[in-house]
């Protein structure tokens, strides 16, 4: 059975969790509101303080399912409470980020700079060379700082680029000089 699926989760205090039927759930919390429709071949109960998911049978795509079930709820209810957030670094010699509103003005060697709108329920904050995205959606918060990146990606010469504040970038070494 699967070990990921088969975990309760629990659902902390001032968070409330609505499972309407087609397997539509609600989670309210004290950073706001995520609502998913998830697959209707699994059952999702509320049993006090916690969630149990579980599955029909044992077929491939119903194992693959519930998995997958369980921990897209678990981070909505991780969402609501506590939230998720991303950082990036930003490197290279003029490259350089500014925020103004809802607008993250980004430097990054071309000919013009690249402008680009928070999407809604996503903030992002700029301190010093560093980016941070957070909002209470893993997948959209996950999503936005990969477009950032996806700017300009950290190339692995001389590591100049925007990479996650997690991520080790794999040097080469350069040509050789004449000797």
Sequence with gaps: MSRIGRMPIAVPAGVTVDIAENNKVTVKGPKGTLERVLPSEME?????????????????KMKSLHG???TLIHNMVVGVTAGYEKTLEI????YRASKAGKELTLNLGYSHPV??????????KVDGNKIIVSGIDKEKVG??????????APEPYK??????????IRRKVGKAGKK
């Design 159 to 168: 590591g100049k680029g925007i990479k996650y504040s997690t991520e080790t």
């Design 44 to 60: 999702i109960k509320l049993e006090g303080a916690e969630i149990i998911v579980s599955r029909p049978n044992d077929l491939k």
């Design 91 to 94: 490197n290279g010699v003029g």
């Design 143 to 152: 999503q936005y700082a990969a477009e950032i990146r996806e700017k300009r």
């Design 115 to 124: 402008i680009m709108i928070d999407p809604d329920g996503i903030e992002s």
């Design 68 to 70: 997958l079930t369980r």
